[in-house]
């Protein structure tokens, strides 16, 4: 066997020998240079190549056994196990542990003192606050002052709503679990756009719910095919996202919010719409809910807004559904906490919330302007006010190779692969999420490496497993 070009990388890789072989293996294995199946070197050809003792090879093979990335055949050699697919990028499981490490996987300011509204955000968590009865509250829905507060905060957007139509939940994530609960059964097929929100995947996957993918095109579902799927899977439930659709950033038109309403009340086909990014759009953009308020579920947050750690969202909800979604909230979380819905509250209904919308605007423009100046302008798909980005590669790149050379230069990207609802071909493109950099110079720098990895291009070892 001759020497493979993987194993340059463990001697590229400070620190402990065995444990640069596990990595270089895994590496190879996620990027494709190595493929489930594959049989690694006998122990002691990679011995000699790294001029090392049988036995930190040998530790290195026990360790990569335990960790599942390898299989023992006796007789035969070692080789390869399949890759488990994330259900989302691996910062969200795992602390980074690089000082310089600038996480543009993550869809949220990174850090809340770096959050660009947090000095009009901090005095509303000031004042007197009923600590006793927030203890004492026990309402599944929400109390009424928060969904009175938040059925306000949504007349902003055109949607007519009353607090008995709204359910304080833990986020948008919640409320999307709830969706599938409430409206949906094991088995069922649900439609979304052919690329969605890894979180959707995650909770159709564990409640036993199919995802059916819809073409897509820059303005989000296209009628054509949503009229298609519908006769075909006679489906029930639509979950989309019209307003800056992640990962792609596709905005639906009014025209054609109104043939997708159309098209699902034709088919008695309700809609789920995921509007976490609608407060971001100058000027707001008519929600779904508010033109169908019957037949739209509709998904709010204040993670995109004011930090993933606040973890208070709302559900405006069709009055005849209000029931099925009581007992969905109560089988989940009980309740959301009342803690966290009164300063959830406190800052909508504070005078500075306009504030607060105009800074994230602001910033989120001011770093989109630092993509569009540092990255060729034919790889880039996104919107002024879009949190992250879509950066498509080539020069032999593929998405998970691309990814894991990013997180080597020291920056965290997530392949296009995560958001597939099926999953068709190899990916050419990855996600990067603006601001999740602690502030704009730190993003420059970040994008100056993206930029330079797509100019370098990809390893001679790459391009060939690609080529197979």
Sequence with gaps: MSRPGWIDAVERTAGARYSAIVGAVEIALRAGVLRPGDRLPPQRDLAAWLSLNIGTV?????EMQRLGLVRGEVGRGTFL???QDPDGPPSLREPVPRQTFVDLSHNFPAHAMHHPALALIRPELDGAVDLGGLLASQVDVGLLRHRTIAARWLGRFGIEARADEVLVTCGGQHGLLLSLMALTHPGDAVLAEELSFYGLKSAAGMLGRSLVGVRMDREGIVPEYLDVVCRRTRAKVLVCTPTLHNPTTATMSDERRREVAEICARHDVL???????????????RPLAASAPDRVVHISSLSKLAGPGLRIGFLRVPR????????????TTLM????????????LESRRIDQVVAAMRAETQARQALVAGL??????????????????????????????????????VTPISLFEVSSLHQSDTVRVCVNAAPDRETLREALEKLAGLLEVGAPPTVRFRGAV
């Design 336 to 347: 959301a906490s009342p803690f966290n819905a009164e300063w959830a509250t406190r800052l």
């Design 271 to 285: 809609i789920v719409e995921d509007d976490v990014y609608g407060f971001l759009p100058d000027p707001i953009l």
């Design 81 to 83: 196990n399949p890759v």
């Design 375 to 412: 990255l060729p302008r034919q790889a880039i798909l996104t919107q002024p006010n879009a949190y992250y980005f879509c950066l498509k590669l080539g020069n032999g790149w593929s998405a998970e190779a691309y990814t894991q050379a990013a997180e080597e230069a020291g920056v965290g």
């Design 58 to 62: 040998s530790r290195a093979y026990a």
């Design 320 to 331: 005849q559904l209000v029931s099925a979604f009581g007992i969905a909230l109560r089988a």
